[in-house]
C-alpha cells in the first residue's frame, strides 16, 4: 500500500533561527508627520473660507436689509447742486434766458403764455428726472420692471407737450432704450453668474470635506484626485463670477455713468462686493494650487523628456504626426536605461558597473571552463 510521504524541512529550533522579525522602528516626530499629511489643514481652512465668502454673495440683496451694502451697482436719481448741466433748461433759474426773472431775457414782454408754456413743460421733465419721482427703498434684480433702475427710467418723459405741440427729445429716448436694453443683458449675466456662484459654493463645500480625510490617509490617490476635483472646480467658477462682475461692473459704470451724470442719473460702483468676489477668488485657488503639486509631486507617473530633433524630422512635414505621436508614446525604461543617455563612455562604464544586477547578467555568460 503506498503511502504518501511529506517532505517537511527540517528548521530547526525557530527560537535559534536568525530569520527573526526585526522590531518596529521607533516613534519619533519626523516619522509621525511622514504617516500623515497636516500639511492638508491649509487647504481644508482656504476651502472653509471660500464657502463663506460665497455665502455672503449669494445672501446679498437677497431680502431688503440683508446685506444690502454688498452690492455690485447702485443708482440714483437725485438733485444736484448748482452746477447740475440741465440747470440752463431748469425753469427755475435765473441763469435760463426764458426765466422771466432773468433781466437779459430778450422774450421778456414778447412770448407771454407761450413762455409759461414751455417753462412748464421743462420743469415737469426736469423736476421728474432730477428731483426723482421714483422712490426706491430695497435691492432688486435687474429684470424686475416694477423698481429699481428700470423704475427711475420709466418715470422719465422723453418728450414734453407745449401747447397742442409734442416736442420729443432724442437723448432721453435713447437713454431710456439704451438702459432697457441693458437691463436685459444684466439679468441674463445675473444668471450665469448665479449659476457660477452656486456651482463654486459646491465645490469649495466639498473640497474642504474631502481635505479632512486626506490628513490621516496620505496615499490614497483617490482622496487626491477627489480634492483635485473639487478644488478645481470651485476655482474656476470663481475665476468666471470675478470675471464677468469685474467686466459688468467696470463697463456700466463707464457707459452710463459718461451721459447718465448729464441727466441727474448716478451709478455708483460697489467695490465692497468686487473685494468680496476676489477674495473668495483668492482662496480658491490656494486649494487648487495645492493639490496640484500633490498630484504633480505625488501621483504623476508619466512626464516629458526634452530632446533633440533629428536632421531628417526637420522640415519634414509628412511626418510630423507620427514624430509627435512617438515622443507622446509611453516607454518603460529599464533600471540600466538612464546609461543609454550618458554619452561619456567612461562614465557609462562606472554606471553599468554600478547598477547592474549580477543575477541579470548571470545567464548570459557563455561559460568557457572545460571540463
Known sequence: MDTEKILVPDTGDLRKSTYKALPSPPVTAKRVMYKYRFSAI???AFA????????????????????????????????????????????????????????????????????????????????????GDANIDKCSIYEDKESGLNAIIGKIQSSVVIGSTNISVPIIEELTHGVGSLTTGLA???KATFAFLVTALIGSGLSALSAL?????????????????????????????????????????????????ALGLFIKRGNSA???????????????????????????????????????????????GREIKGDLKVQLLSPIAPAALLVDEEAKSRYLTKNTNPLVNCGLRRNTTKN
Request: no cysteine; net charge positive; glycine share 6%.
Open 48 to 131: 472653509a473660507t471660500s464657502f463663506a465668502l460665497t455665502i455672503v454673495l449669494l445672501m446679498a440683496g437677497s431680502r431688503p436689509g440683508v446685506l444690502d451694502r454688498q452690492f455690485m451697482i447702485s443708482s440714483s436719481a437725485t438733485a444736484s447742486s448748482s452746477s447740475n448741466p440741465l440747470d440752463v433748461l431748469n425753469p427755475l433759474s435765473t441763469s435760463n434766458p426764458l426765466n422771466p426773472n432773468n433781466p437779459n431775457n430778450p422774450l421778456s414782454g414778447l412770448m407771454g403764455n407761450l413762455t409759461d408754456s414751455i417753462n412748464s413743460g421743462l420743469g415737469d421733465i426736469v423736476n421728474q428726472l432730477v428731483e
Open 188 to 190: 441674463a449675466a445675473r
Open 213 to 261: 480625510p486626506a490628513i490621516f490617509f496620505p496615499a490614497s490617490r483617490l482622496l487626491i484626485f477627489a480634492n483635485s476635483f473639487w478644488s478645481t472646480l470651485a476655482f474656476t467658477s470663481h475665476s468666471l463670477v470675478a470675471l464677468i462682475l469685474s467686466v459688468l461692473v467696470v463697463l456700466m459704470t463707464k457707459i452710463i455713468g459718461g451721459f447718465g451724470s
Open 274 to 320: 468686487l473685494v468680496f468676489v476676489w477674495l473668495a477668488w483668492t482662496f480658491s485657488m490656494l486649494p487648487f494650487a495645492y493639490w496640484l503639486a500633490i498630484w504633480f509631486v505625488d501621483v504623476r507617473t508619466w512626464s516629458f523628456v526634452k530632446r533633440q530633433r533629428t536632421d531628417r524630422e526637420i522640415g519634414h512635414w509628412r511626418g510630423i
Open 42 to 44: 491649509f487647504p481644508f
